[in-house]
C-alpha cells in the first residue's frame, strides 16, 4: 500500500528542504507542504519532471489496536475502516492535501507492557497514529511522539495531562473525553459516589484506573475499584465488595457492552441480579458505549432476546452512548458504503462493532487537520498537525464531527433506557459537551422498582467548595491541628535523623567525606619532582591536579625537616597523592547540613578539565578542601616557566580544556567564583583542569568570616562583582565569562592580567570599578589571531548580558582552529619532527598505509561489525536490539600495562598492541566466537552472539581462553624482550542485550548484568590465571568435555557481591603449556625484578634521546623530550 515518490517528488522534497529550511528545533519532516510563493526554480522543475504517471508523497496512518487478542475488537474491521476513511479522503476534491493517504493495522498486545514494547517498534511504519486503545501507556506513546515529531490522534485515551501542548505538543483527542461525558451526566443526576468495575484484561483495568484518577481529580469520591476475574468465585467477590460500599450511587462498567456481545458484562449483570443489586439502589453505567455511536433503533442482539434475567437486570442500565443524525444511524451508513461498492466482503452491519465508526472519524479528523496545516503553508510535521486539530467540522461516518480551539472534539451523547419489559432501547436525555449541559428529551427513566438511585449533596459538583461529608467544622478544625502537629513532630524527626544519617555517611563507609589525620599521610613536596620522575605510573596515569592558589612545587623548609600537617599541602590518599586547599580558619566543631550538600554536589563533577573533588579535611584546627594532586603546578606556574616553549598549538590546547571545563561547569548550573590562572591546574600529561569551584559555596555555607582579599587577587573578577558587597565570595556566570577572558590574555601574552599597563593592582581595580574609561587589558593584532582577540573583547563587555555563553565560546573557538584538534602532545611532535628524518618518514609511510585502508572500508565494516548489522548499516536503516538469553563473555588486560606504557615510547606501546592483539586475532579465528572491542588494553570477545549456538558457547570461550593464554606465554615485546607480558583473564555467562550504537561510527555493543559481571571476573583475578565465574561452570560441566576447574574460593567482585569463583586450568586433551602464575597477589603492578628491567630499559633511550638533543636541540627542547 506504501507507495515510493518518484524522481520529480524526490527533486521537489529538495528544493523544498533548500528553499525552507527546517528549524533547528523541529527534527526535519519526510516532507513539506509548498509554499503558495513562485519560484522560477518550482516552475522549471515541474515544466521538466510533471507528468500523469507522477505519484505524490504518502503520507501513511498507522492504525494502533488490539485487533488480534480481542474479539471484540476485531469486530470493528480497522483495515475496513481505514480502507474506506482512505479511500474517501483521496477522493475528496475539497481536501487538497498534496499527498496521498495510506494506512497500515499496527497490532496492539493486550498486556500494557508488552503494548508499549511492540509500539516502541512503529516508529518506521506509519507517519502518524491513530491510537492507541489501551489508555495505560498514552502518556509514553504521546511522548514517544512527541521524541518522533509524529502526531499520535486517540479516541480512547484518558488524563487531562495529555491536553497539555507543552508537555504532549502531538496529541490530540478525537473524542471528547468520556470522563467529562461522565461528569456531565453525574452532575444532572447528581450522583457523586461512583465505583468502577473492569474485566481482568490490561487495557480495561488500566481503563478504569484512569477513570477513577480523573473522577478523583474532579473532587467525585470514587468508593471502589475492583476488577472481576474470568471464574465465578472471583466474579462474586468482586461484587460483594461493592455491595459492601455504603452510599454508592452509581457503577461505571469497563468493559465490552453486552449490546455487542460482551460476555464480561453480561456476567456482571447477571451477578448484580442474583444479588439484588439492580433493585434501582445502583445505576450500571457502560464506559464502553461512550467510545462509539450504538445503532440502538435496529434492536439488541438476537442471542439477548431470550435472556429474561439479563432483560431484568438491563433494566438497571444506563446507556450513553455518541448520538447518530436522524436517519443516518450505523448501520443505515454501514449498508451505504456496501451498495456504492467501497465496502467489500458478506459482514452484515449487525455483527460489525460500531468502533468502526470511531476509527473512521479519527483519520477524517486527522485529514482535516493536515488541510489545516497547509492552508496555514505550515511544515507538516506531529505538533504542527496536533495543533490544527481545532476548530474541525465535518460529517463524519453516522453523524456530525467538530472539535472545539483546543483541538478536543465536541459531539452530542444520547442517554438509553429500557422499560424493563423488551430490549427497546429509548433516548431520554442528550448530554451537549459543546456547552456541558444535559437536556430531557420527554421519555423518562425507568428504574427497577420505580426506585432510583439518592442524590448527592449538591457541594460535589461546586467549585471551590469542600463537602466534609459528615464532619462536622469543629471536628475538621481538630483534624487539621492534630495533622499539623503531626506534621510538625514528622519533620522535626526527620531532620535529626536525616542529620545522623550525613554524619555517618560522611565520617564512614568507602565513600566518606570528611577525613582525619588518621586517614591521611602528609608528603614533603619537596621530594615530589624526584617521586614523579621515578614512579612512571604516577606520571602516565595523570590522576593527580592541584587545588591551591599558590601553586609551585618547591618546599618552603629543607628535605630533613619534619612533615605534619603545618608545613604541608600534600598528603597520601588512599594510595594517591592529593593536594590541600585550605580554607580560612573558623570557629565551629561539625559540618553543616547545607555544606554536606555542596561537597555532595560536588563529589558528582567527573569531567576531563574538571580536578575532581576527593574529600573534606577537618582535623587539629584545619580545614581544607582536598583534591587530586598534579605534577605540573598551576597554569600560572606553567606560564612563568621560561624554559617550557609554548605555540599557539600549546597555548589553543590549553584555553581549550580551560573552556571545556567551564562549559561542564554551567551546564550544570555551578558558577565558580575564583576563576584565575592559580585555580587552573596542568598534570602531567599537559591536560589543563579547573578547581577550587565550589571553594565559595563551602565558605558560605560553613559561615566562615569574610575576609578582604587583596587588590592582587581581584584582577580576575568582573567589574559588576567588584562594586558590589564581599567581590572575593560573590560570582556568576557571565562574572566567569569575563575571568576567563582575563585567562585567556595571560595565555595569549604569557604574562600577568593587564601586564601591559604600567598601574598598580588597586589602581587597576579603581578604574575597573568607576569607569569611563574602560580599564581592559591592551593586545596587538601580531600577539593572536584577530578572532582570538575579537572573543576576548565579547567576553569581557562591560555589559554582563552581551557576554557570550561557554557553549557559543566552545564553537567560536573551534572555528579559530579551524576544526583542527588543539593537542599538546601532537604540538610537541612536531617540534621533535625537524630533528628526526626517520619520523618523517615513518608518518609518509602511515599515511600512504591509511590511503590504501580507505579503499578497504566496506571490506573492514564486515570485520568490525557482524555481516548482517553491517548489511542493514549500510543501507541506513535501523538495527533492532536484541536479546540473548544465555552467552558467556571474555575479558582480559595487560598486568602493568599503565607502568609499561610510562616507560615505552609511544610507536612501542601502538607496536606492543598491534602484536599482541594480532596474535589473539590469529587464535579466535579457530573458534566460534565473535570479537566485540578492544579499549586499550582490555580485549572483550563473546561467544553465543550475534548467532547463538547452544550451551556451546561457554565451551568456545573456554577453548579460547586456554590458547590465548598458551600463547602468550611465550609472547614477548620488541622493545623490551626481557619483560614478560602477563594477562589475566574472565569468564562469565547469561543474558544480555545486543544492539547497534549510532549511525555515525557505529558500535556493536553488549549491555546487561552479565558484561558488569564478567569485567569485575577479570578485574579481580591473577596474572597468567583464567578467573571463571560459577555460572560458567555449570554450563562447562554439562558439556562433560573435560573441562579442568579448580575452586578459588569466595571472591568479593569490586562493588557487587562475594561469590564462589573457580580457575580453569585446562581440559583433557589439551597439551598445549600454560605459563605459571609469577606470584599469588592480584594486584596489577609488575615485579621488582621486571620494574627494574623497565626502568633500565626507559634510563637508555632517554639518554639516547639526550645524546641527540645535544647535537644541536635547544635546553627548551631538551626539556620537552624529557617530558615526552
Known amino acids: 500500500m506504501h507507495h515510493q515518490p518518484n524522481a520529480f517528488h524526490r527533486i521537489l522534497q529538495i528544493w523544498a528542504k533548500r528553499t525552507y529550511p527546517t528549524p533547528d528545533h523541529q527534527s526535519p519532516p519526510s516532507f513539506r507542504l ?14 521538466f519532471f510533471l507528468s500523469p504517471g507522477s505519484q505524490a508523497a504518502v503520507f501513511k496512518v498507522g492504525v494502533v489496536g488490539p485487533w488480534s487478542c480481542d474479539p471484540q475488537y476485531a469486530k470493528a474491521l480497522p483495515a475496513a475502516a481505514a480502507r474506506l476513511a482512505v479511500g474517501r479522503i483521496n477522493r475528496d476534491p475539497s481536501l487538497s492535501l498534496g499527498v496521498v493517504f495510506d494506512y497500515v493495522i499496527l497490532e496492539e498486545d493486550c498486556e500494557t507492557s508488552k503494548a508499549l514494547a511492540r509500539f516502541l517498534g512503529y516508529y518506521t511504519r506509519a507517519s502518524a497514529f491513530i491510537g492507541p486503545a489501551n489508555p495505560g501507556y498514552c502518556d509514553a506513546a504521546s511522548m514517544l511522539g512527541k521524541s518522533w515529531n509524529k502526531a499520535v490522534f486517540s479516541w480512547a485515551c484518558v488524563g487531562y495531562d495529555l491536553l497539555d501542548p507543552r508537555s504532549h505538543p502531538t496529541f490530540a483527542h478525537t473524542t471528547p473525553l ?9 452532575h444532572h443526576f447528581r450522583w457523586a459516589h461512583v465505583g468502577i468495575i473492569s474485566s481482568p484484561e490490561d487495557y480495561w483495568v488500566e481503563t478504569a484506573s484512569k477513570v477513577a484518577n480523573a473522577l478523583r481529580s474532579h473532587g467525585m469520591p470514587v468508593g471502589i475499584v475492583v476488577s472481576i476475574g474470568n471464574d465465578s468465585a472471583s466474579l462474586r467477590k468482586a461484587m460483594a465488595k461493592v455491595k459492601r460500599i455504603k452510599d454508592l450511587r452509581m457503577v461505571i462498567l469497563c468493559m465490552h457492552s453486552v449490546l455487542i456481545g460482551g460476555q464480561a458484562q453480561k456476567r456482571v449483570l447477571e451477578m448484580a441480579q442474583d444479588m439484588h443489586l439492580t433493585d434501582g439502589s445502583l445505576a450500571f453505567v457502560p464506559y464502553d458505549t461512550l467510545l462509539y455511536s450504538l445503532p440502538y433503533r435496529s434492536g439488541a442482539s438476537p442471542d439477548l432476546h431470550n435472556n429474561s434475567k439479563l432483560l431484568r437486570a438491563y433494566d438497571a442500565v444506563l446507556t450513553i452512548t455518541v448520538q447518530s443524525e436522524e436517519g443516518l444511524a450505523f448501520n443505515q451508513a454501514y449498508q451505504e458504503a ?16 460500531p468502533l468502526f465508526g470511531t476509527i473512521y472519524n479519527s483519520i477524517l479528523f486527522l485529514a482535516h487537520a493536515m488541510q489545516g496545516v497547509r492552508n496555514s503553508g505550515e511544515w507538516l510535521s506531529g505538533g504542527n498537525l496536533a495543533r490544527r486539530a481545532g476548530n474541525l467540522a465535518f460529517q463524519g461516518f453516522s453523524h ?6 483546543s483541538g478536543l472534539g465536541l459531539l452530542s451523547y444520547v442517554v438509553l433506557d429500557t422499560d424493563g419489559l423488551s430490549w427497546e432501547l429509548h433516548p431520554t436525555h442528550r448530554v451537549e459537551m459543546e456547552n456541558n449541559m444535559v437536556r430531557y428529551l420527554g421519555h423518562p427513566i425507568h428504574f427497577p422498582q420505580g426506585v432510583s438511585p439518592s442524590t448527592d449533596s449538591s457541594c460535589w459538583f461546586s467549585h471551590g467548595t469542600i463537602c466534609t461529608g459528615g464532619v462536622t467544622p469543629i471536628v475538621a478544625i481538630m483534624i487539621c491541628v492534630f495533622l499539623f502537629m503531626m506534621l510538625f513532630c514528622s519533620l522535626g524527626i526527620s531532620y535529626f535523623v536525616r542529620r545522623r544519617i550525613i554524619q555517618q555517611r560522611l565520617t564512614r563507609g568507602p565513600e566518606k567525606l570528611l577525613l582525619t589525620l588518621a586517614d591521611v599521610t602528609f608528603i614533603n613536596p619537596s621530594l615530589s619532582n624526584q617521586k614523579l620522575s621515578i614512579d612512571g605510573s604516577k606520571a602516565s596515569e595523570g590522576r593527580r591536579s592541584v587545588s591551591e ?9 629543607s628535605s630533613q625537616s619534619p612533615v605534619t600537617y603545618e608545613n604541608s599541602n600534600v598528603v597520601l590518599f588512599e594510595g594517591d597523592w592529593a593536594w590541600l586547599k585550605r580554607l580560612p580558619h573558623g570557629n565551629f566543631n561539625s559540618i553543616n547540613t547545607s555544606t554536606s550538600d555542596v561537597l555532595e554536589l560536588m563529589k558528582d563533577m567527573r569531567q576531563e578539565n574538571v580536578n575532581p573533588f576527593m574529600a573534606f579535611f577537618h582535623d587539629c584546627g584545619v580545614f581544607a578542601i582536598v583534591t587530586e594532586f598534579c605534577s605540573r603546578g598551576s597554569l600560572e606556574d606553567l606560564l612563568i616557566n621560561e624554559h617550557v616553549k609554548l605555540d599557539w598549538m600549546f597555548k589553543s590546547s590549553i584555553l581549550l580544556d580551560l573552556i571545556k571545563g567551564m562549559r561542564y561547569l554551567h551546564n550544570r548550573k555551578v558558577c565558580h567564583g575564583r576563576l584565575k590562572s592559580r585555580n587552573c591546574v596542568v598534570d602531567g600529561r599537559f591536560v589543563l583542569k579547573i578547581t577550587d569551584y565550589g571553594y565559595n559555596n563551602v565558605l558560605e555555607a560553613q559561615r566562615f568570616p569574610y575576609v578582604e582579599p587583596p587588590p592582587e587577587e581581584l584582577l580576575w573578577t568582573a567589574p559588576e562583582i567588584l562594586r558590589g558587597p564581599c567581590p572575593g565570595l560573590q560570582g556568576s556566570l557571565p562574572a566567569d565569562v569575563y575571568s576567563f577572558a582575563i585567562v585567556m590574555q595571560e595565555v595569549v601574552l604569557r604574562g600577568p592580567p593587564f601586564c601591559m599597563m604600567e598601574l598598580s593592582a588597586h589602581e587597576i581595580i579603581q578604574r575597573l570599578k568607576k569607569p569611563p574609561p574602560l580599564c581592559r587589558p591592551l593586545l596587538l593584532a601580531d600577539q593572536a589571531p584577530l578572532e582570538c582577540i575579537q572573543l576576548m573583547k565579547q567576553c569581557w563587555n562591560e555589559q554582563s548580558e552581551k557576554r557570550p555563553a561557554f557553549d557559543e565560546i566552545f564553537m567560536q573557538f573551534k572555528n579559530i582552529n579551524q576544526g583542527k584538534k588543539t593537542n599538546i602532545i601532537d604540538s610537541m611532535l612536531r617540534m621533535l619532527e625537524q630533528y628526526s628524518s626517520n619520523l618523517e618518514e615513518l608518518i609518509r609511510e602511515r599515511t600512504e598505509e591509511l590511503e590504501v585502508e580507505k579503499q578497504k572500508t566496506e571490506k573492514l565494516l564486515t570485520q568490525m561489525l557482524p555481516p548482517s548489522v553491517a548489511k542493514a548499516l549500510k543501507l541506513g536503516s535501523t538495527v533492532e536490539p536484541e536479546h540473548f538469553e544465555s552467552v558467556t563473555l571474555y575479558f582480559s588486560d595487560i598486568v602493568g600495562f599503565t607502568t609499561i606504557s610510562a616507560n615505552s615510547e609511544p610507536i612501542d606501546v601502538v607496536d606492543l598492541l598491534n602484536d599482541l592483539y594480532t596474535l589473539f586475532d590469529a587464535v579466535i579465528c579457530n573458534h566460534d566466537v565473535y570479537k566485540v572491542e578492544t579499549i586499550g588494553d582490555a580485549y572483550m570477545v563473546a561467544s553465543g552472539l550475534p548467532v547463538p549456538n547452544g550451551n556451546r558457547h561457554a565451551a568456545e570461550i573456554a577453548n579460547m581462553s586456554l590458547d590465548i593464554l598458551s600463547a602468550v606465554g611465550t609472547f614477548k ?21 545486543a544492539g547497534v550504537v549510532g549511525l555515525t561510527m557505529p558500535r556493536y555493543c553488549l549491555f546487561g548484568d552479565t558484561v558488569t559481571t564478567a569485567s569485575k571476573m577479570e578485574a579481580t583475578g591473577v596474572p597468567y590465571r583464567i578467573h571463571i565465574h560459577n555460572s560458567t561452570v555449570r554450563i ?23 561469590e564462589e569463583t573457580y580457575w580453569l586450568i585446562g581440559r583433557e586433551g589439551f597439551t598445549k603449556p600454560l605459563p605459571d602464575p609469577p606470584w599469588p597477589s592480584s594486584g596489577p603492578e609488575l615485579k621488582d625484578k621486571d620494574f627494574k628491567l623497565v626502568l633500565h630499559k626507559a634510563v637508555r633511550k632517554i639518554s639516547a634521546v639526550r645524546q641527540v638533543a645535544q647535537m644541536g636541540m635547544s635546553d627548551e627542547g631538551s626539556i620537552m623530550m624529557h617530558h615526552h
Request: charged share 20%.
Open 338 to 353: 456496501m451498495v456504492r461498492g467501497e465496502l467489500h466482503g458478506v459482514v452484515k452491519p449487525q455483527q460489525v462493532s
Open 973 to 993: 615485546m620488541k622493545h623490551m624482550p626481557d619483560v614478560p607480558v602477563r594477562i589475566r583473564i574472565g569468564l562469565h555467562s547469561g543474558p544480555c542485550v
Open 178 to 186: 468520556p470522563t467529562l461525558v461522565l461528569l456531565a451526566f453525574m
Open 549 to 557: 592558589t599558590e601553586r609551585s612545587l618547591k618546599s618552603p623548609f
Open 400 to 405: 456530525h464531527v467538530q472539535s472545539n480551539g
Open 1036 to 1058: 562447562l560441566r554439562t558439556l562433560k568435555m573435560g573441562y579442568k576447574v579448580q575452586l578459588r574460593g569466595m571472591t568479593e567482585i569490586k562493588g557487587m557481591r562475594t
Open 34 to 47: 509548498l509554499d503558495p510563493r513562485p519560484g522560477w526554480l518550482l516552475c522549471l522543475t515541474l515544466f
